[in-house]
């Protein structure tokens, strides 16, 4: 068929039509009626082979796509030159990969297969069939004024096998791909946009150096390859012939030598190196005579024809050549499918170029860029941020940057930044205001606008880095070109990102921070220190990243549903609002405050911080004594009586906490402490004045609202009631927070510590939670605290800032069943260790297998590990979290509206944190309803598989 074809093609054709499908003509799809009539115009009567994108508009691209193949005899190439994808010609309306500069850093080479592939899918979604990438350059000359970020590096080893598989992922999407510029464009000084580059190279260092990629590429049949237009001086002997008109270099090297059998095309004859010594039509000629099969952007079309068809009738150039040029172009259109006409639909172009995924695929490239250049304190990834004063400055921008507001997600950090200009008038204050920080993290931004090809790091902002570095710890993280880092080698710890775009900004403050690893290598030399290969690779701390949801391998799409059931659960009452959090694989791909603290209230943000009720049994308690447990301190099987002497003589004196954590101890499910401390007054029930006051002083201290002290001694009375409390006839499972308090007495008994101050010691301070607390009014201003309730039973107030749980409350806040506040994201920094094996940070606070056992079955329930509230496996009992999740999810519900829940099968954590009890507990909706059950449930229908 393939043969059929061809051969019915082509002696249909005449000589001119001939001539004309060797000829790609430039095009635009900005909208302009007139190029539109004048591009359908060459295509009818000249016949031309195909039409190059520039700048335009993509969906009009699509249409214009469509009309121009309607109208030709033959189908045409469509071409772009998007060597870092659409975003090259369509900036504000594609995505922009990363360029091949930065691509030369990635050790993972199937990445560079995964773009090929994505920006090919996106160029068929235009309707292109004919990408000019990859750039197959070797950029050895740091002055390179064209090439630079273009090319994959100086390693010709790392240039050829990137080429590779960017070519293959190309081909494999059904576009040809185009290696470029033959004979090798690295090495020049000169931009032949404007000059014609002499490249004074003889034949063996070209075999060794600039052929190196291109004879690979060439033996593995890459669809075609571009000649570049630079004057060869030791191979050319026609001075001043490009290699893209040179017979010697075209058909002599490359088809003979290199036996390559693809399509060769000239780059751009519209561009001086070839407009300032051949004029159009002879250009045009001598590139067909030289052995080029496709003439790229011809200025003057019918002179070109006229001319060509002069050379054959001289016979510079036979009409076998020609059929044999026809013949790979049409065999190149029948491999991409074009004889079958192909249509592209013009629906919905924007949201098909510009998919989540390919946002992932984006940022998963950049995280793996990230080098680090020199680390000499073994300061990187940041570990310790807990009481370190740090500040940030940024150089060379108008406004705090991206990268340092990621840094305020994972530590405390005063922000500065210094405009191009200032540093004169800043310097000296900067200096002064740094002499108190711990660690000044310096981040230096590219200008915007410009490739620094020509530039460097000024002296007078080395000079200015060196005398901070003098005087604390200092990180530099630089945003640019990487050959300006020879500047800089002299700095400890230095970062580089080579990008100045925002998501690259985000990734390299989290790969700072450890959340992400850090595994780039150098793809040049900037200098004898940081060197061609240089690699300083640096694991995970653990910390939890940031990302879109494909990235963690969830469908953004089937995340919709979430908005909806969020925006109903606040329309209805549920509740006035809260916050969402959803971790995948280590990155939060959800965080939503939503609704308001009160119904008419502020807004929820991210730092509202929510009494989190009974998670505080996995978030504290269960914690506390998973610690114990694994320093052999606390035994599971012990008699309790031997922590709480007070339980000698009792019912509960051979008690053990295995079962107790279980909730397998015969234990009641709670006392009503509170009623007893209340008075009726008519129909109302008030604090009786013999237990309570409205002012603290040393015999009523314990705080149960914000004016309302519990006499001190009261505590004790609690405790006694609870130590022969009357137990139940069998020890079944039954809910009980009576549990958690001798659990937290048996705690407090060990470590000779008050709980609240033993898990700040040992949990938050070392993850380094500013908003994880019991008595939280003691640190965290009241307007970040959601109310709770309105209570009219009991503290007859607005409950804000102490604990809503009244026994709790009566404890002073502090207790092993409740009284802990929170945000999501905080809450799930801590499910996330757990999820971890124990380790966060860099700190290991557990090992793996005490994480497993806590969070396993206890003996054979079908609901409870210990403190860990499990899938419930009765089919006869109320569900407690999502059918899809799997049994050894592991967590727990709170009172509030709360509820985490971590997933280890899929790596997920699922947090939500809500004031459903605000303005009355009696508001049962979010239960009714599940709410966070079908919240959890768009979490798992969304997994991708």
Known sequence: MEERWIQSNLENMTIDEKIGQMMIIRAY???????????????????????????????????????????????????????????????????SFPKNLILGAIQDESLIYKLGKEIGSQCKTLGINFNFSPVADININSKNPVIYDRSFGESKENVTS????????????????????????????KDSHYTLPVLEHDKYRLDDVELFPFRRLAAQNIGSIMVGHLYLSKVETDVNRPASLSRTIITGMLREELSYRGLILTDGLDMKAITKNFPSGIAEAEAVWAGNDILLLPENIPLAIQTIKKYIKEGKISFDQIDASIRRILAAKYKLGLHLRPYYDENNIFERINSQKALALKAELMENAVTLLKDEKKNIPIRQTKDINTATLSINTDEITIFQRRIDDYTK???????????????????????QFDRVIISIHSEIGTRFAFKELPTDVINFLKEIEKMTEVIIVFFGNPYFTDRLENFPAVLLAYDDEEIMQDITAQCLFGANPIKGKMPVNASSTFSLGLVNERASLGRLGFGVPERAGVDS???????????????????????????????????????????????????????????TKILSTSLAAMKLYEEKKLSLTRPLKFYISDLIHTNKEEMELGEVLAHEAGLRAYIPFHKET????????????????????????????????????????IWYKIYHSELRSGKSY????????????????????????????????????HYTAYKPLEKIPISLIAPSEVDNYFRNSVIRGTVHDMSAAMLGGVAGNA??????????????????????????????????????????????????????????KTENMSELAPASTYGHLGFTGTVTFADPENQIVFTLLANRTYPTMDNNSMHVKKYRIKLQDEIYKALLP
């Not at 950090?413 to 002064?432: C, D, F, M, V, W």
Request: charged fraction near 25%.
């Open 29 to 95: 799809s900005k909208g302009d009626e007139a190029e539109k009539n004048y591009i359908l115009s060459l295509i009818e009567k000249y016949k031309i082979g195909g039409v190059c994108f520039f700048q335009g508009d993509p969906e009009r691209q699509v249409m214009l796509t469509n009309m121009f193949q309607g109208s030709s005899k033959i189908p045409l190439f469509i071409a772009i030159d998007g060597e870092w994808g659409l975003g090259m010609r369509h900036s504000e309306k594609t995505i």
């Open 162 to 189: 990137k080429s590779y598989l960017m070519f293959k992922g190309l081909e494999d999407a059904g576009v040809l791909s185009c290696a470029k510029h033959f004979p090798g464009h690295g090495d020049t000084d």
């Open 413 to 435: 950090a005063r922000h500065y930044h210094l405009q191009p200009g200032q540093l004169n008038e800043k310097k000296t204050s900067l200096i002064n205001t740094f002499k």
């Open 557 to 615: 799409r089937k995340l919709l549903g979430i908005d909806s059931i969020l925006s109903v659960m606040v329309q209805t009452g549920a509740t006035p609002g809260g916050q969402l959090v959803v971790a995948k694989n280590g990155k939060i791909i959800i965080n939503k405050p939503f609704g308001r603290l009160t119904p008419l209230g502020e807004k929820v943000e991210k730092n509202t911080v929510y009494d989190v009720a009974s998670l």
């Open 678 to 717: 209340l008075v009726k007054v008519q129909k109302t029930y008030l604090p009786d004045t013999n237990f309570y006051r409205q002012h603290f002083s040393p015999d009523f201290a314990i705080p149960v609202s914000e004016k309302l002290f519990l006499r001190t001694d009261y505590r004790d009375s």
């Open 734 to 769: 039954r809910y009980s927070d009576l549990g958690f308090f001798l659990v937290q007495k048996t705690i407090e008994e060990i470590t000779r510590q008050k709980l609240d101050e033993y898990v700040d010691q040992n949990f938050y301070r070392p993850l380094d939670l």
């Open 819 to 876: 009284g802990l506040f929170s945000t999501a994201t905080e809450a799930t920094m801590i499910m996330q260790m757990l999820l971890n094996g124990g380790h966060y940070g860099g700190i290991r606070f557990f090992q793996p297998e005490t994480v497993q056992f806590f969070t396993s079955r206890y003996n054979g329930s079908t609901r409870r590990g210990l403190g860990f509230d499990l899938k419930e496996l009765n089919p006869k």
